[in-house]
């Protein structure tokens, strides 16, 4: 078997000079329809189309190879970091400005980091040092993730699980259909484009991290939530769940089972993102 080559150090792939324009422009833009069109088109023109990849620096100092064919989230960071998820990001800085010692992040479901990098500029902020845990199965997203973590320097600050977070030890398939990366998920048979990885429960992360407490728990699993949340509410201490928690909803009703799961344990809607639920532990059931 072949070795494949290695990858260009980051910063041999950045945006040439008019790519660079269009994407400073598109950083610009305001709000409402008229913007979003223009950050269309400003993606287009600077590239975004040949899939790329770039290099950029996003989230004030965060070093990333962005993809942005066949990834919605590199395809929308890499056209403007600063209108990415923008609820999410507020929660995040201000659980960090609340955080006592270390920021503690677990992103699960980490894609390409760029959650567990926006968490590590939220603890820079704030002046803490940040202990993320980044979980993530899928063989090309995890490649992905490992570069950009390395190339930002975050080894020291962001574990890698590379596995899926299950309810139970089990081996499972994750459909890893290529142009489609981030909506990879747990199936039930293998074949075709999945691939075979192991899972585990999500309070093997903590315990292999250390963290006795969790600020924000990010989860993004594409439907299997529920049991990996039930799981985790059935074995940990209270102590230990999140003190808040962004997880996926899509555009539907709030009526999911995992949402349901952790307004029964004592959490509320903090606010809504794009396509996240935004949840925070209350003090005392």
Known sequence: MTTPPAAPTFGALKPGPIASGFLALARRTGQGRASALLRSLCYRLAGGR??????LTVFSGQ??????????????????????????RRLVERAAGEAAGAFHFVDVGANV????????????AAGLPLRAVAIEPQPEMLRRLRFNIEASGAGGEIMVCPWAVTGTPQTVHIDAEAGNYGTGRIVEHGGG??????????VDA??????????????????????????????????????????EAGKGSLDQPAITLCRDRGYAVEGRGRLNELLALERTL
């Open 50 to 55: 040949s899939g790329g990849p770039f290099d």
């Open 113 to 124: 980091g760029l959650y567990s990098l926006h968490a590590r500029s939220a603890a820079a």
């Open 206 to 247: 903590l315990d292999e991290a250390g963290l006795d407490r969790v600020d924000v728990l990010k989860m993004d699993i594409e439907g299997a939530e529920f049991p990996a949340l039930e799981a985790f509410f059935a074995t940990a201490p209270r102590e230990r769940w999140p003190r808040y928690v962004i997880i």
């Open 193 to 202: 484009s999945t691939v075979e990885v192991a899972g585990r429960p999500l």
């Open 63 to 88: 070093s990333v190879r962005l993809h942005p064919k066949g990834n919605l989230c590199e395809k929308r960071v890499f056209t403007s970091d600063r209108h990415w998820d923008v609820p999410e």
